[in-house]
């Protein structure tokens, strides 16, 4: 037996702290949908995603769940289980921390565009969609658009985006801009 099958890992989600668990439990839990990929595993002394706990570990994933094994039978069809595909398909969103590691690393952003386009059109938010940062600046946009259909305009914005033209020193991916 490898060390992964003896350990045992507290899980966590949200906050709260569970286990320990042994690998095969972990295993069943994601097979009976208790748990997901989501949860945080602390693996050599650090909370990572299960995901990346199973990459590391080189073990798979559980299998998908298999079609029943005998023909469903209509009048005039007859459809065996290898012609049976899963009907849901998952897309696995990669934060930038979980990102290949062999993988290039994004080219940093310039810092004298970011603050041109923070001064010019920061109360639009494009200096922070230009530094990656997607949130924030879908946040600056939509409280542009709701202080000038109130009836303020966008002073409120516009200092905002001042501010961050002046402290802001990273992108969105976490690397110093240049």
């Given at each position: 037996m490898s060390?992964?099958?003896?350990?045992?890992?507290?899980?966590?989600?949200?906050?709260?702290?569970?286990?320990?668990?042994?690998?095969?439990?972990?295993?069943r839990m994601l097979d009976e949908h208790e748990i997901g990929m989501g949860h945080e595993i602390l693996y050599q002394d650090k909370w990572i995603v299960l995901e990346e706990f199973f990459a590391a570990t080189s073990q798979t994933t559980p299998a998908p769940i298999t079609p029943p094994t005998k023909n469903f039978r209509s009048p005039g069809l007859t459809v065996s289980p290898r012609e049976i595909t899963p009907a849901v398909s998952f897309k696995v969103s990669v934060s930038p921390a979980q990102r290949d590691p062999n993988?290039?690393?994004?080219r940093p952003r310039n810092r004298l565009v970011f603050a041109f386009l923070a001064i010019c059109l920061g109360f639009l938010g494009l200096h922070n969609f230009y530094a990656r940062q997607w949130l924030t600046g879908l946040l600056q946009l939509l409280l542009s658009v709701a202080t000038s259909l109130m009836g303020f305009g966008i002073i409120a914005s516009w200092l905002w985006a001042m501010v961050e033209a002046l402290v802001v020193s990273k992108d969105g991916s976490g690397a110093e801009m240049t």
């Open positions: 060390d992964g099958e003896t350990s045992q890992y507290p899980l966590r989600w949200r906050g709260r702290q569970s286990g320990p668990y042994p690998v095969s439990e972990i295993n993988a290039a690393p994004a």
